[in-house]
Each structure stands twice: as C-alpha cells, then as structure tokens.
C-alpha cells in the first residue's frame, strides 16, 4: 500500500497470515512494550491497528536493547520479515502475524502522555480535550472522524449526481434569524460596525436560487450562540441545500433518497419509506416533534371516558373542570416495577420543568388481578374499562396524569422515553426515520407574548391556511419539515416564500417595522423584485447524523476539536483575552 515510501510499506492495521514470509517496513507510535527477559514485544499503532513487534534477545541483542529503552509514544520505524505468532489474538485483524524486527529507528520521542492512549483510557473529558491530539490517537476516536469524512463523501456522491454544484458562501456576513444568537466579528475598517458568522447560509442560499443556481449543496460551519447541551455546539456543520422549482413532495423525495443512500453505503441498511407525522399527531401522539419511534406506546387522552368525566376523584375533576388534559401510557410489560421504581418515576414527572402533581397507576398483574391506585374512586370494572383504552394487557402498567394539555403531552412523552430506556426498547442498530410535517409558521413567545416564526422567517405558509394570516395567525400552518432518527432531529427546512408581497407580509406580522425590515433583509426583499423562482430545501446536521451512526452520546465525539460545555475550546484556551492595541485598532472599549 505504501511501498513507495521511505518509511513504511504497510500500515499498522493490514498485515496478515497472507503476508508471512515478506520483508515490510512499519512506522508508528509504540502503544504498549512487554518485556518478557528473552522476547520483547512492541505493539506498534497507526490510526489503521496495531501490529506487534517482536524481539528476541538472544538474535539481536543490540536492537533488543534499543526497544526496551522506548517508552510509551515514542514515534518509531521497524524493519522486518512477517512471521506466523505462537500466541494468537483473534481479537484484531492483524493477531495472527508479528513482525521479527530486523532494523529500528527512533524518529522521534515522546514524553509520557498525560493519559493512556487506548479506548479504555484513564483520562478524563476535560484532560482529553486538552489534549485533543492525543485523544484522537484513541482508535475509537480516530474511527470517529473517518465515519463522519465517508458519510460526507457519500451525502456528496449523492448531490453530485443529481445536478447539485457545492457553492461556497462567506463567513463574515449580516445576521441571518434561525432564531439563536449571534456570533460577532468587529470590523476594523468600520469601527464600530460588526459582521455575524452565519447561523445559517439561509439567505445566501436562496440568493443563489434567484441568481439561477437551481440546485445547490454545501458542507458548511454554522454558528449559534445558544446554551450547549449534548446535541449542539457553538459551531457545527450543516449538509445545506436549497432547489428551485420544487413543491415539498419533491425536496422530501430527495432528501429521503440521500438518507437511505447514506444508511446502505455506511450500514448497509435499507430503510423503508419514511413515515410522514403531522406536527400535531406527533405532539398528540408522543408528546414530543422528534419522537423516537423505535417504540410505540403512544399517549392516549383520557377526557371523553364516561367515567373519567363524571368522576368526582378530585384529580380528574379538576382537569376536567378547568380544560386541562388526562392521559396516559401504557407501559407494556412494567406490572412488575417495584415501588422504588414507581417513586421514581412519580418523581421524575415531578422535576421543575415537568411540573406534575403525580401518576395514577393501574397495574394489571400477572395474576389477573387489576390493582390501582383510584380503586377508592371506581370500582373494579369501570377501571378494567379505563384501561381498555389502552390495550392493557397482564403484566401491564398504565400511567396517567392530569394537568394542562401542554405539560401533559411533555411529562408524558419523556415518561415514554425514560421507560423505553429502562425497558432496552431503544435498541442502537435498530433505526427509526421519519418526517414530521406541518409545522405551525407561527407561535407565540412564552415570555413576551409576542407572534415569534417557529422556523425562520421565509418560510412559505401552507397554501390552504393563508387565509389565516391576517385572522389567526397561530392556526397557519408552514410547509415546513424536520426528519428525526431515533429521536433527534437531524434535518429541517422548507419550502420558501418567493414572493415579495408575502414576505413583506410575514415580516409585517412579526412585528417589524418597515426601517427594521429594510435594514435587515432589504437586499433580500429587493433580490424578489427581481424574479425568484419557487424554491425549497433543507439542512441536515451533520455532527448529529454522525453521532447516531457512531453511537456517540454527544456531538463532541465525533468533531475533531469541539468546545466543551462553557463553549470553550480547552485546548487552544479559547476564547481567550487579546491585547490592547487589537482592541485599539478595532476601537473597543472594555470595561470589566
Ligand atoms: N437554514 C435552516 C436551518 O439551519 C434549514 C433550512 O431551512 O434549510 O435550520
């Protein structure tokens, strides 16, 4: 493979019992060295495997010498004949063959790495993030980034066959809204003056489709100034693509073939057609608009049971007499659950940001026997019927609250998950696609009370709910789409509006004034002056894609050098502070 070069002609993760008897040469880091008084053993590691060395002392003393003097890391070369090992490891491809050492160079040293370099490492988030190129020495690692660099190149095959040309667009630009923070850059030629790193080529890319573009791609940095949790990163990298003369149906159908593409080159899994979910199923539904459906178990409202509605359980009458919802679940199988577990489920719809009172619980035992905790309240068979809803079965367990539509549907949909948890019912190579549709364009701001967008603004209302722009704005419906796998969301987008009046409209109903709007998006608004096409597309996330397919808990493992959870980049130390005369030159003033 590299038989051209001066340093090896293999690498570290190829050799085999079909090599035995060549002469090669390897180069590597010495990942562990064994001493055994005759035989020495170096198992020597590229980012391909490990190969293992070996020296006898009773041949080659010197070179044996040499070996035992390397430590850990030490950057070597060995020259060798490929022999057959007495002691196998079926574990690694190369476990059948060591190289007999001939010929050893030290290219370089190194001093003891502040963790050990192995999957199963004894370093800590932070001291590995420190030292990010050590800790991408970790196979598992390394690994990481190769799976995310072919994932791309498949995404790219893909567009590149479908008449799709990869466009770049700038970094220093105008806010574009997605709705996070902004990301500024100072200008120094203009003081005073501050670019923004895209959120987003949204603008850009729709710019492109007016300038004739027709389709176009690009694997691109964002960035957004939002709280960090598992699933995002300050910065992160979308698949973005925008298509002009399209309708919803068409964008879906192309996206939905890239993802099936992706999943069969790289897992070789064929996924079958998408389901489609409506927003509002998939909040009636499972409480959630990315519900993970490797699972069913879906939330079933309680309101219209004759007994519910009549029943004078204070819990129930309550919610019925104030509008608020009862429902619940039914946890297949969880009879059995102990009261510990049952607690801590109670306290889990409890927590602050659930905010419930409690769980009713009906218990269909093993025996036959139906057991709950409002037998007080209901005789024997009108819970049976209660539970009929449900499907209950023995060895069922049937969860239920009651509180405001919107706490119910939440509580619920992470008691579903949490369940599904405990139960294994999430299993890592099952695989679950789907799009939810229908978006409402709009919504309002808990906080203030104002119309926000759900999206971004330029999305295209649904064309039957236009009329409700203007009466109620929160029944429009966008054509707006997200795809979730296994519960994230791992692409959104839309079909745009392309004309000017309806855009005018929409900002309009955002509340912008017509300055605001001209300062903001005017180059936008003008651009439609001048023949937009009907346009439409999408943008994956690529961090989180990669992330499922390597099973990675958060986005961080799988880019090569991520900030941690204060959004710092622990290595580099930054953001950092910079010196007086840079900020002089920019015309900024601190006062801390
Ligand atoms: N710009 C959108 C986003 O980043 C995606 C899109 O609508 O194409 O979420």
Redesign the pocket.
């Known amino acids: 493979m590299y038989s051209s070069t001066h340093f090896r002609t293999h690498n570290c993760g190829e050799l085999n019992i079909s090599n035995v008897g060549q002469s090669v040469s390897l180069a590597g880091w010495v990942a562990t060295i064994r001493d055994f008084g005759g035989l020495t053993f170096i198992d020597l590691r590229d980012r391909y495997g490990l190969t293992q060395l070996s020296f006898n002392m009773e041949a080659r003393a010197a070179l044996c010498e040499i070996a035992r003097s390397f430590g850990r890391e030490y950057v070597i070369q060995a020259k060798g004949t490929v022999v057959e090992r007495s002691s196998k490891n079926p574990k690694i491809p190369t476990g059948e063959i060591e190289i007999l050492v001939e010929e050893l160079t030290l290219l370089n040293h190194a001093e003891t790495p502040p963790f050990t370099i192995e999957d199963n490492t004894d370093g800590g988030e932070e001291l590995r993030m420190k030292y990010r190129y050590l800790d991408i020495r970790r196979p598992s690692l390394s690994q990481r980034l190769v799976l995310r660099a072919k994932m791309i190149k498949t995404m790219r095959e893909y567009l590149d066959q479908r008449d799709f040309t990869e466009i770049e667009t700038p970094n220093l630009i105008k806010s ?1 809204p ?1 709705g996070a923070r902004d990301f500024l850059v100072p200008s120094r030629m203009q003081k005073g003056s501050f670019y923004a790193l895209p ?4 603008i850009m ?1 729709q710019l492109l489709m007016v300038a004739g573009m027709d389709r176009y791609y690009q694997v691109v940095k ?1 960035y957004r100034d939002e709280d960090f949790r598992g699933d995002r990163q300050p910065e992160f990298t ?1 698949l ?3 298509m002009s003369y399209v309708s919803q149906e068409d964008v879906l159908n192309t996206f939905e073939g890239l993802t099936k593409h992706v999943y069969k080159s790289i897992l070789h899994v064929d996924l079958p057609d998408f389901k489609r979910l409506k927003y509002a199923d998939a909040i009636k539904l499972y409480g959630s608009d990315k519900p993970d459906l490797r699972f069913d178990c879906q939330i079933v409202d309680l309101n219209d049971d004759p007994h519910i509605k009549a029943s004078n359980f204070p819990v129930f009458a309550n919610a019925i007499l104030n509008n608020q919802l009862v429902a619940g679940i039914n946890a297949k199988g969880c009879a059995g659950y102990s009261r510990k577990q049952i607690d801590e489920l109670v306290d889990f719809v409890k927590a602050p940001h659930r905010g419930l009172g409690g769980i009713i619980q009906i218990k269909y035992n093993e025996d036959g026997i139906i057991k709950s905790t409002i037998d007080k309240f209901f005789d024997e068979s009108q819970v049976a019927q209660i539970g009929a809803h449900f499907n209950a079965e023995k060895g069922d367990l049937i969860l239920i609250v009651a509180e405001k539509e919107a706490k119910v549907r939440k509580a619920l949909g992470d008691l579903r998950l949490e369940i599904g948890k405990q139960q294994g019912w999430l299993k890592k190579d099952d695989w679950s696609v789907l799009w939810i549709v229908d978006f409402p364009l709009f919504e309002k701001d808990e906080e203030t009370g104002e119309t926000i967008f759900v ?2 603004p ?2 295209a209302p649904h064309p039957e709910d236009i009329s409700y722009l203007d009466s109620d704005p929160l029944r429009c419906r966008a054509q ?1 789409y997200d795809m979730v796998m296994n519960g994230w969301e791992c692409l ?3 079909i ?1 509006i392309h004309q000017k009046e309806l855009q005018d409209r929409i900002f309009q109903k955002l509340g912008m004034s017509e300055e605001e709007k001209e300062k903001r998006f005017g180059f936008m608004v003008n651009a439609f002056r001048y023949g937009a096409p009907p346009h439409g ?3 994956f996330g690529i961090d989180r894609w990669v992330a499922l397919f390597a099973h990675a808990e958060a986005i961080r493992d799988v880019i090569a050098f991520p900030k941690n959870n204060g959004g710092r980049d622990l290595m580099m130390d930054a953001p950092g502070e910079v010196d007086a005369k840079q900020l002089k030159d920019l015309g900024i003033k601190i006062d801390l």
């Open positions: 574009t997605e959120q987003s080529p949204q890319k964002c979308q973005d693509c925008e999206h971004h330029f999305c707006q959104s987008g839309s745009r597309g999408c943008a």
